[in-house]
């Protein structure tokens, strides 16, 4: 069973910055892509980001292209999104998620990490 643990999230004023950071355990050759999603209370889960496993091709949401930024350390099963000139509606519950397919909607997903909460001030 593939695990994922989600953390950096945390508060910061808009226009600020923050990296969160995935940690992917157990069965890693199976996976193709580490995608990042967000859910805001009483909204639908939403796409964010897609990085390959390789970490070779990214894929982002037009919400936060240009300002979002997947990547991964190429020597740990640790991925990464760089989060820059975040803005109120940012705000949000952050998971990553392994998929053995190529896919961005949420059932798609083969594994779900827990979720950071971030939080966008004005």
């Known amino acids: 069973q593939v695990q994922l643990v989600e953390s950096g999230g945390g508060l910061v004023q808009a226009g600020g910055s923050l990296r969160l950071s995935c940690v992917v355990s157990e069965r890693t050759a199976s996976i193709v892509a580490i995608n990042w999603f967000r859910q805001a209370p009483g909204k639908e889960r939403e796409f964010v980001a897609t990085?390959?496993?390789?970490?070779?091709?990214?894929y982002y949401a037009d919400s936060v292209k240009g300002r979002f930024t997947a990547s991964r350390d190429n020597a740990k099963n640790t991925f990464y999104l760089q989060m820059n000139s975040l803005k109120p509606e940012d705000t949000g519950v952050y998971y990553c998620a392994a998929a053995k397919r190529v896919g961005t909607e949420p059932r798609a997903m083969d594994f779900w990490g827990k979720g950071t909460l971030v939080t966008i001030s004005s």
């Open positions: 990085i390959t496993w390789s970490g070779r091709a990214t």
